[in-house]
């Protein structure tokens, strides 16, 4: 519950005992290497270089490690396993939600080991960084807004103790590798921090910050001197070609906008913005995504891997800014009849839309293409190679979900506003389009909602929403279309129970080889099946 400042173990293991439960060598560096080809991609907090430097240091004495590093490494192990695929820990011993346990449960513990209150170093800002982000994925079950909430605001406050978000001129002996580091994690902090301030409600932390960007350069650009240093090389560094470094340096271009916008919004003791500011605004964003598909403009048929990279980079920075633009635009769409509606409707529905859009690329379904944005539509990957994106990107259907949640109810509440009257002009999303956005986007929600109780309750929520839509102009027919509701939702529930066994006489659960392709239940969860473990 208190997860990672609280200790289940009435005696906690020693590190050599934490250390000999790892899996075998062979499938830590594959799930180290499945976590740096996914959140590493968008959420960026090492140099993989130095990285496995250091791993390679730990399996050569593994009995010299310290705590803080010991307990970065199984947040990468839990992370990674939550995403990885099934065949990696197949013959392990243990099913993926153990080796999760196993390794939250030794991460925890080593971190609470570490002084990470009387020396934090950039070791523990990460593992931190790694534990927001691992309760945000429900790496961490029953995760909640309050908890994520809590551990953010610990985390930037850390950071900025460490003065992270101040300028590297302030510290001219610091090394500019170390520098780089810090450059990193700072912008990926403030990655989290609007993450949860959105999910939340809540303000931006750290408003005054002045730290530069990292380098827009390539990992292979770092190497090691013959002293043992690190050192980069930024003499070939673009200002406008594709690189490492790239996503990280719009990124951090981007976040005093989306800063701002999400203070101004969340705050609860600010009047309701003037609109000129909203314009403003919105002006702002639509330049910035100008920007990013033009610095993202690489050609499909360039490595596999290093378009997939982008375009997941891109689409994360697209969601970001939509996301910002359904929250200045949601208050103007109350009253058709209002001057401002029609700018505002339009803006929420494109947004609403373009948001849908990016979560079927990146669950790989195919009519995507057809309803989605345009700047996402030419981001797509080829039919050929949907499945795979739709494994690479997995895991950021979950992160963003709220955002999707969001995206899902602003279409909703819009179209109802079609039975308002009021003028619009034809140019707007025509209704078709959107129901069929919808009715996909139900489809996505309903695959995933076994996967927590979180999931579970978005789709429930936006069944009922949808249902109730449908429903309207129709007095006679609302009861028979929430009894479909109910009627979709407990089969939903049905055929994950159903498709699930139990393995020996654990709470962990297994798929069944039978389990329907309509309903993705790969993760059910015990707190939605109403298990009660002893």
């Known amino acids: 519950m208190n997860f990672p400042f609280s200790n289940t173990c009435p005696i906690p293991p020693s590190q050599r005992d934490i250390v000999s439960q790892l899996p075998p060598r062979q499938v830590v560096e594959a799930l180290v290497t499945y976590y740096f080809q996914t959140c590493e991609v968008t959420h960026r907090l090492f140099q993989p270089l130095q990285f496995w430097d250091e791993l390679n240091a730990f399996w050569s004495s593994r009995d010299h490690v310290s705590d803080g590093w010991l307990a970065q490494l199984l947040m990468i192990l839990a992370i990674g396993c939550q ?11 243990r099913s993926q939600g153990q080796w999760i346990e196993v390794f939250l449960e030794g991460a925890q513990i080593s971190f609470g080991r570490s002084p990470y209150m009387t020396s934090p170093n950039l070791t523990t800002v990460r593992t931190l960084c790694l534990m927001v982000l691992a309760r945000m994925l429900e790496v961490v079950k029953g995760s909640t807004s309050n908890q994520i909430v809590s551990l953010m605001g610990f985390v930037t406050r850390l950071a900025m103790s460490m003065q992270l978000h101040r300028t590297a001129k302030l510290f001219p002996a610091m ?16 990655l989290l921090d ?21 380098f827009n ?26 690189t490492d470094g790239l996503f990280q340096v719009k990124l951090a271009q981007l976040m005093p906008l989306i800063a701002d916008i999400v203070s101004t919004v969340n705050s609860p003791s600010q009047p309701l913005v003037d609109y000129e500011t909203v314009l403003s605004w ?12 033009s610095a993202f403009s690489i050609r499909p048929h360039s490595r596999t891997d290093r378009y997939r990279r982008a375009m997941a980079q891109r689409q994360l920075i697209e969601v970001l800014a939509h996301r910002a633009k359904l929250a200045i635009h949601l208050a103007f769409t109350r009253s058709p009849y209002d001057e401002r509606f029609e700018p505002s409707y339009r803006a929420v529905k494109e947004s609403s839309m373009a948001l849908l859009g990016i979560q079927e ?19 797509s990957p080829s039919s050929s190679s949907s499945d795979d994106q739709a494994s690479f990107n997995s895991w950021l259907v979950d992160l963003c979900r709220d955002d999707f949640d969001t995206a899902m109810l602003c279409l909703i509440l819009t179209m109802r506003k079609d039975t308002f009257g009021g003028t619009r002009s ?10 069929t956005v919808l009715r996909r986007g139900l489809m996505l929600f309903r695959q995933r909602a076994c996967r927590s109780l979180h999931h579970f309750k978005q789709f429930v929520g936006l069944s009922i929403m949808t249902g109730t839509l449908q429903a309207l102009g129709h007095p006679a027919a ?32 297994l798929v069944h080889p039978s389990l329907s392709a309509d309903v993705s239940l790969l993760d059910m969860d015990p707190e939605l099946l109403n298990m009660h473990i002893q």
């Open 282 to 293: 919105d002006k702002k964003l639509k330049q910035k995504l100008k920007e990013v598909e």
């Open 478 to 509: 609302m009861l028979a279309t929430m009894m479909q509701v109910a009627d979709d939702v407990e089969q939903t529930v049905l055929a994950g129970k159903q498709e699930f066994m139990w393995m020996e006489n654990t709470p962990n659960l």
């Open 361 to 379: 690329l990146w669950t790989g379904s195919g009519p995507a293409n057809s309803i989605c944005s345009d700047s996402s539509r030419s981001s």
């Open 175 to 190: 090394p500019s590798f170390e520098a780089e580091l810090r450059r990193r994690i700072w912008v990926t902090i403030q």
């Open 217 to 242: 350069v390539n990992e292979s650009d770092f190497r090691r001197s013959e002293q043992g240093t690190w050192e980069v090389d930024t003499l070939y560094a673009g200002s406008y070609a594709y």
């Open 83 to 93: 995403n990885a695929p099934d065949y990696l820990i197949t013959h392990t011993g």
């Open 426 to 435: 034809d140019d707007m999303p025509p209704n078709d389009i959107a129901w």
């Open 194 to 214: 609007v993450d949860v301030a959105m999910r939340a409600g809540t303000s931006f932390l750290c408003t005054e910050f002045d730290a530069e960007p990292p």
